[in-house]
């Protein structure tokens, strides 16, 4: 379809109302921002930052990704290798031994970006009964406990592997979470110095760092969990996720640092022109079957949809925690990045979804 400005694609305008029409029906707590390139097409904020100090979101508040972190880490990496320092098929557990020196050394740190290693997690999050192992997982390890990512490696390092490193794609933290500690291993720095310098600073995220929940920060939102079955409609997240940032998720962006990574990416500004090639390449299929008419498949911290054609319509990522719902989007064919940040928990997916409706065309 060709939008009311006569780019083909969608009409911004018709954008923006479809933004405005579902989170007032859906009484939605977070920020949208949507561009074209550099140039913002729009940015919405609706809700609460604090429910208990009624401080609304702004353009401006920042708010915990979850798992769209996990592109961070993957540039980082990219990083080390585009300057030869490792190597993508190294073995894993070189730059790790102090850390799991029993990880099959057939697992590759390609592997592990991809997440083809086959591990076992610190957290099974595809399994049908995720929210009881949720739950005896965090009466068996406190949740504040893990504040670095060597404190996760208890939680998985003794689990039996799913299958052979490399033979599919199996959605995996663990991996991101040695990938974290190959960063340090590496660069003799922390993850998060690492990243703010050399992903944040460059990719100009003013906004974004690794503020903990236990911490004082300005403009950061309340991450909230909904309780329909309570009195009290909804209650902090602070004892229900963990409370700093690891190399699986866990950062915290405004939308627009999101937008902002997202053009520097593809861009060349946080890597070069054949290493950003390689990062915006898909790896490995996720699933069997399309899903929304799309193919989906893994690359190295990024999903992507492909059409029937073989081209990508969409790449980026997405984030789920309690009190945390995240989504950032690029669409090539449009130039159009979308973020949207939410601090009530799975609030975010079908807002998501309405936007890429509006943006690909459903006819």
Not at 59 to 76: C, D, E, I, L, Q
Not at 113 to 127: K, N, R, V, Y
Not at 140 to 149: E, Q, T
Not at 314 to 325: N, Y
Request: glycine share 10%.
């Amino acid at each position: 379809m060709t939008g009311a400005d006569g780019v083909d694609g969608f009409d911004p305008a018709g954008l923006e109302e479809t933004v405005a029409t579902w989170a007032g029906s859906k009484e939605f707590s977070g920020t949208v921002r949507v561009t074209r390139g550099a140039e913002p097409l729009f940015t919405r904020a609706f809700g609460m930052a604090s429910r208990r100090w009624s401080v609304p979101n702004t353009p401006g508040t920042r708010f915990r990704v979850a798992s769209v972190s996990k592109t961070f880490t993957a540039v980082a990496v990219l990083q080390l290798v585009e300057s030869r320092k490792i190597r993508l098929d190294d073995a894993l557990v070189d730059h790790v031994r102090e850390h799991m020196p029993h990880l099959d050394p057939r697992v590759t740190v390609h592997q592990a970006l991809a997440m083809t290693s086959g591990i076992g997690d610190w957290f099974e999050e595809g399994s049908e009964e995720w929210e009881t192992e949720w739950l005896a997982l965090t009466e068996s390890h406190p949740l504040y406990l893990l504040r670095d990512n060597k404190d996760y490696v208890p939680l998985f390092a003794g689990k039996q592997a799913h299958f052979p490193p490399g033979e599919r794609h199996l959605y995996n933290g663990a991996g991101y979470i040695l990938l974290g500690l190959l960063i340090e291993a590496v660069t003799g720095r922390s993850f998060e110095e690492v990243v703010t310098e050399e992903v944040f600073a460059r990719a100009g995220m003013s906004g974004a760092g690794f503020p903990a929940l236990d911490e004082l920060g300005p403009d950061v939102a309340e991450g909230y969990l909904s309780l329909a079955s309570s009195a009290t409609p909804y209650r902090t997240n602070h004892y229900s996720t963990t409370p700093r940032a690891a190399a699986d998720g866990g950062a915290t962006c405004t939308a627009a640092d999101l937008t902002a990574f997202s053009h520097a990416l593809r861009h060349g500004r946080l890597l070069d022109e054949e290493t950003t090639r390689l990062a915006l390449t898909p790896q490995v299929a996720q699933y069997d079957e399309k899903i929304r008419g799309y193919r989906w498949m893994y690359g190295f911290g990024l999903t992507h949809l492909l059409d029937d054609e073989g081209n990508v319509v969409r790449w980026g990522h997405t984030g789920e925690e309690d009190g945390v719902s995240a989504r950032l989007f690029h669409y090539p064919r449009h130039d159009v990045d979308v973020a949207v940040l939410g601090n009530v928990s799975w609030s975010v997916g079908d807002l998501g979804w309405a936007l890429h409706d509006a943006i690909v065309g459903t006819t």
